[in-house]
Structure formats: C-alpha cells, structure tokens
C-alpha cells in the first residue's frame, strides 16, 4: 500500500499494487472524495517540493515504485500520475514546482503514445516560459531498471538528453509522411495550424507557429548536396531514352553578395509596407530561400501568421495583424527597413511586378545552387535518382525563365 499526500503532506488516499503477475488489476486506487480526485493529484509531490527546487526541474515516472526506486537511487524529484494518463490539472501541480518539468516514458511504442498524449494535453495549457520536457528511456527498461543496473548517472545521461515541447510536436506532426508534392506540403501546414491553435496563450502561439513554419521551411527547401572531390567522370548518359543530348545548364555568375542582400532586404520591405502582396505570392514566398538571418526570420513569421487569412484582408489590416503576433524586435527591424527604403513612394514604380520579378530572381538563384550540386554528385557517382532530380531542376528553371522572356 502506498499513501497519496496533498502537497502539505496529509494523505488524503492509498493506492495498492497487486503481487502477483496475474492479479486482475496491477493497481488501485482509493474511491473518488471531496479530498481526492485522481486527475488532480500525483505521488510524492510533497516530497519532491524541495528537491525539485534545488535541482530546477522534476520528473514525472510512470508509477510508485519508478518513483521510489528513482529516490533510493538519489534521485528525489520524481512524482508519478495514479495509473491515468498525464492530466492538465497534473501538469499545473508540476509547473508550480518548475517551469519545464521533465516526462519521462518508456521506448516503446505504448510510452511514445503515452508521450504524445501528454504533449496534446499540455497544448492548450501552454503560458510564458512554462512548458514540458521529454525523456525517453532505453527499449525494455523502466526507471527503476535503469537506476538499479546504471545508477544514478544512467538515470542523469537520459534526463540530461530530454528534449524540448516543440521539437517532440514536430516529429509528432512529420513522422511517416511523405511532404513531396505541393499538396502534401499543403496538408502538412494546415496540420501545424490546426495542432499550433489549440495553444490558449497567444504571444506562445505566435512563437510556437513561427517555430514550427521554420522547421516545416527547412524540411520543403531543396538541400544543397555538399560537393564531393572529383573522383572520375560519369561514363553514363545525361538523357532519357529519345531525348537528345544537351549540354547542362550552366549557372549564371552568382551576384554578388551585396546585390544578393539588396534583392532579400527590398522583398521584406515592400512586404513589411504592403503585406496584401505577400498573400498574393503566399506560395511563391515559401518557397524562396533568404540567406539574411534579420530577412528569413521576418518572412517566415509572416507566412506562418498570414497562412490562414483570407485573402480579401487590406493592408491595414494585416499589419496591425503583424504588429499584433509577431515578435515585437522582428517586427521593429522589418517596419524601419522599410521606411529607409520606401519602394512604394517612387513615382511610377511597379510594386507588384518588383516583388514578382524579386521572387523570380530568388528561385531561380536557389535552382542554379541545386542544379551545380545535382551535377557535382553526378560526378562523384552516377544514379538514376540524381539524373532525374537533374532534369527536373532543369525542366523547372527554364520555365521560369522562360516567364522571364530567356530561353
């Protein structure tokens, strides 16, 4: 038998665990009282007060006896849910002890839907700079396991490898899909919009989709194959059957860094002025590569913010939008860029076709980067699947140059 206490130590229930392996139930609890509720308490949370604040954190386990096998292994800022999955009353009782309590599951697939569970539930109850972290212990091992066979410093190394909220929400959210085609790329945005909303508090909302669109930015781009020493040449074809042999297309001279920096700086603020344009070229827009931190930051955070606006909004409205949910220091940089170069002010200046051609300019610079990678493994070694990426690259750049009057 085991007492359940209230935070001032007063047992308030008892929870039993069976001895033998075919018990009915491994585990009960006292009936439902005014003193207790389930949902509402956790196991040792008077003890763990104190050593969950010398050490800045504490540490939910499964059950009693992780809990207690965790202590006699010096390891006393653990508390156990009563048998339920992980509750948001449960997560409130843990942030009054830290800020980003540490939920500690079992490799297994029951302890990753365990986890996945608690990360849905702490969502909505999400507030500034108070979050979960997860830990994750090795396949067939239970804490107590793992304190008895390693010791405490086993126990550390995987407490110590405990990853953040926002990145298990994004393997959560990515695992197993396929983000291919454009379609898919669609669906996986309107999935972070739909799991990013249910957060309550909106200045962790804000930051929570402009994370998650960065990582979502970093998984669409194409990636730059890291260029190999030539080895020998590709004795192979570089065409389909009955297509003629051409040469590959060659990259043009990269401009140069200032001009480079002056193309993603004007984007961003004709963006910051206008951001009705940045609706219009919504999926243009992320799909262009900005090398400019201060520029990639802003543009990212807009996309994430205008992902779900209809498109009839003006510009006044959406920059108070802006203003509203994007990062004040962000939003302070775009908005002064912008005074100091006010595309729109010069007379007879086409705004709409300057953002165009400036996006047009940007993806055909990022398929020239991947065009000259895409032939540099080719000369490393041959594949089919690098030829038809090759050709595909190809096909794509000289339709947009070919929008551009270049064949």
């Not at 396949?139 to 008895?148: A, I, R, S, W």
């Not at 126990?155 to 899909?177: F, I, K, N, Q």
């Not at 970093?218 to 730059?224: H, K, M, S, T, V």
């Not at 949910?325 to 729109?344: G, H």
């Amino acid at each position: 038998m085991f007492p359940i206490c209230d935070r001032a130590g007063r047992v308030i229930a008892f929870g039993g665990r069976a001895m033998e392996a075919d018990a009915q139930a491994q585990y009960l609890n006292s009936p439902e009282t005014p003193l207790f509720h389930k949902g509402g308490s956790v196991y040792n949370l008077h003890n763990a007060r104190k050593a969950a604040y010398d050490a800045g954190t504490v540490i939910a386990v499964e059950g009693y006896m992780d809990v207690i096998g965790m202590a006699q292994g010096g390891i006393e800022n653990a508390v156990a849910p009563l048998g339920t999955a992980l509750t948001e009353d449960q997560i409130g009782l843990m942030w009054r002890l830290a800020p980003e309590p540490i939920l500690c599951f079992d490799g297994d697939a029951a302890g990753q839907r365990a986890a996945r569970r608690a990360a849905e539930r702490a969502l909505p109850e999400l507030k500034p700079g108070h979050s979960l972290r997860f830990a994750v212990l090795p396949e067939g091992q239970d804490p107590d396991d793992l304190v008895k066979s390693g010791g405490k410093a086993a126990m550390e190394a995987v407490l110590g490898a405990a990853r953040p909220l926002s990145e298990v929400l994004w393997d959560m959210t990515v695992e197993g899909r396929d983000v291919a085609t454009p379609e898919r790329r669609a669906a996986l945005d309107r999935d972070i919009r739909e799991l990013v909303g249910r957060i309550k508090d909106e200045a962790v909302r804000g930051h929570y989709q402009q994370d998650l669109k960065e990582r979502a930015y970093q998984l669409f781009r194409p990636q730059r194959q890291v260029q190999q020493p030539y080895v020998r040449k590709a004795q192979r074809p570089w065409r389909g059957k009955g297509e003629p042999e051409r040469e590959p297309i060659q990259t043009p001279p990269p401009a140069s860094p200032r001009e480079a920096r002056s193309n993603e700086q004007q984007l961003a603020a004709a963006l910051a002025t206008h951001p009705v344009y940045a609706l219009k070229h919504l999926e243009a827009l992320s799909r262009v590569r900005i090398a400019e931190v201060p520029v990639r930051e802003f543009l990212d955070g807009m996309l994430g913010i205008l992902s779900d606006v209809t498109e009839d909004a003006d510009d006044a409205t959406l920059v108070t939008l802006l203003t509203a949910r994007m990062p004040a220091p962000i939003w302070a940089e775009a908005r002064d860029r912008a005074e100091r170069l006010r595309l729109d002010q010069l007379e007879g200046f086409d705004l709409d076709g300057r953002i165009a051609d400036l996006l047009s300019t940007l993806k055909d610079r990022a398929l020239a980067e991947e065009i000259v990678a895409v032939q540099a493994a080719m000369e490393h070694e041959f594949s089919e699947t690098l030829w038809h990426r090759l050709r595909a690259l190809r096909q794509e750049r000289e339709r947009l140059r070919g929008l551009d009057g270049e064949r």
